[in-house]
T-cell receptor, first 110, second 117 residues
Framework: QKEVEQDPGPLSVPEGAIVSLNCTYSNSAFQYFMWYRQYSRKGPELLMYTYSSGNKEDGRFTAQVDKSSKYISLFIRDSQPSDSATYLCAMKVGYQKVTFGIGTKLQVIP | GAVVSQHPSRVICKSGTSVKIECRSLDFQATTMFWYRQFPKQSLMLMATSNEGSKATYEQGVEKDKFLINHASLTLSTLTVTSAHPEDSSFYIC?????????????FGPGTRLTVT
């Protein structure tokens, strides 16, 4: 079993839709939960992070962490074609290495 | 924000030659730098972690003699792929963090696409 499980997609949605991206994990020691956006042939860009359980909102993006279920989510409201990218969940313990999900490829259709 | 650069962005080399990739933190001092490899449709796989002035720690299965990492200063780390083979063709990405900022903050470079012919 992988430490972090993420559906690779692809996920296609119409412009303006609410997008839900999810990951599950097995290591209960994870403390930091991040979401990265990666455009084709580019390095990942940090979108959001959450420490421990809870919700965090930033503009059109909302990150949720449920440590009891070992489940994290990223919601994108009013999705735009420019949101089309691969979204990677990631998590870590303190300053230890980051463990990434495989990434979900999202396409927002105009 | 913190910026990490990589050079070159793309390199093509012949089998058996060596290639050096540079990773620089432009506006902060990187306590730790990480090197990842990403194959098509796969996630980032950590190859090694390096702290300034000390030897890199390699992940299981990564050949330290093949992938030489030098973290000579707080702003520069290099990855040298020695005697490259076609199976080393991949997207190599470095990242860096600093204890001056949050533990979650890891800044990624734009990546280097290596093609070995």
């Amino acid at each position: 079993q992988k430490e972090v499980e993420q559906d690779p997609g692809p996920l296609s949605v119409p412009e303006g839709a609410i997008v839900s991206l999810n990951c599950t994990y097995s290591n209960s020691a994870f403390q930091y939960f991040m979401w990265y956006r990666q455009y084709s042939r580019k390095g990942p860009e940090l979108l959001m992070y959450t420490y421990s359980s809870g919700n965090k909102e930033d503009g059109r993006f909302t990150a949720q962490v449920d440590k009891s279920s070992k489940y994290i989510s990223l919601f994108i409201r009013d999705s735009q074609p420019s949101d089309s990218a691969t979204y990677l969940c990631a998590m870590k313990v303190g300053y230890q290495k980051v463990t990434f999900g495989i990434g979900t490829k999202l396409q927002v259709i105009p | 924000g913190a910026v990490v650069s990589q050079h070159p962005s793309r390199v093509i080399c012949k089998s058996g030659t060596s290639v050096k990739i540079e990773c620089r933190s432009l506006d902060f001092q990187a306590t730790t730098m990480f090197w990842y490899r990403q194959f098509p449709k796969q996630s980032l796989m950590l190859m090694a972690t390096s702290n300034e002035g000390s030897k890199a720690t390699y992940e299981q299965g990564v050949e330290k003699d093949k992938f030489l990492i030098n973290h000579a200063s707080l702003t520069l780390s290099t990855l040298t792929v020695t005697s490259a083979h076609p199976e080393d063709s991949s997207f190599y990405i470095c990242s860096a963090n600093t204890r001056d900022r949050g533990a979650y903050e890891q800044y990624f470079g734009p990546g280097t696409r290596l093609t070995v012919t």
